[in-house]
T-cell receptor, first 109, second 115 residues
Framework: GQNIDQPTEMTATEGAIVQINCTYQ??????LFWYQQHAGEAPTFLSY??LDGLEEKGRFSSFLSRSKGYSYLLLKELQMKDSASYLC??????????WGAGTKLIIKP | IAGITQAPTSQILAAGRRMTLRCTQD?????MYWYRQDLGLGLRLIHY???????GKGEVPDGYSVSRANTDDFPLTLASAVPSQTSVYFC??????????????FGPGTRLTVL
């Protein structure tokens, strides 16, 4: 079966760094997406990885290891507005997205 | 309008009633999707359309139907609603159905409660 695992909830302090992990087992792999979803809102795109390594985009970075079926999203200089759920999704062999349940990130002052 | 719109924003529905959730995009995207999001679960694909005139079943299609008469509109119909269909429904679109890095754009969602 296909499976995406992420921690349910994480807590971090404003100004700090947090790493959100995602492991996956899917039928085929055509890339991994990270989305941000604020409570009561729609998911919005953050990053895409298809090759191994780190992709940096401002305060957010995303890492992929295809051999390990593993990715992480790194958020630096945390701000209160970063409080949200972070969704990991893998594009499978049919280019359909398989979604994890999301990690709720709580930022404390 | 810019992006994807959904209607209604929220709805309370009696079990057994028929309901159509509307979705319209103005980005001229070829592919469109319907997901449901339930607490503790990831987004689950209900139906999709790779291009106007074609539709396909996703992971949880039972009890739902869709149509894609044109590029912009992708309505989702519940023929006879049941309480287990209580959920938040998101419509999404992408430029193409496949291809690497094919980002999906989401509508604001419809919160549906079936009593």
């Amino acid at each position: 079966g296909q499976n995406i695992d992420q921690p349910t909830e994480m807590t971090a302090t404003e100004g700090a760094i947090v790493q959100i992990n995602c492991t996956y087992q899917t039928s085929g792999f055509n890339g991994l997406f990270w989305y941000q979803q604020h409570a009561g809102e729609a998911p919005t795109f953050l990053s895409y990885n298809v090759l191994d390594g780190l992709e940096e985009k401002g305060r957010f970075s995303s890492f992929l290891s295809r051999s390990k079926g593993y990715s992480y999203l790194l958020l630096k200089e945390l701000q209160m507005k970063d409080s949200a759920s972070y969704l990991c999704a893998v594009s499978d062999s049919n280019y359909q997205l398989i979604w994890g349940a999301g990690t709720k990130l709580i930022i404390k002052p | 309008i810019a992006g994807i719109t959904q209607a209604p924003t929220s709805q309370i529905l009696a079990a057994g009633r028929r309901m159509t959730l509307r979705c319209t995009q103005d980005m001229r995207h070829n592919a469109m999707y319907w997901y449901r999001q339930d607490l503790g679960l990831g987004l689950r694909l209900i139906h999709y359309s790779n291009t106007a005139g074609t539709t396909g079943k996703g992971e949880v299609p039972d009890g739902y139907s869709v149509s894609r008469a044109n590029t912009d509109d992708f309505p989702l119909t519940l023929a006879s609603a049941v309480p287990s269909q209580t959920s938040v429904y998101f419509c999404a679109s992408s430029d193409q159905a496949g291809g690497l890095g094919n980002e999906q754009f989401f509508g604001p969602g419809t919160r549906l409660t079936v009593l």
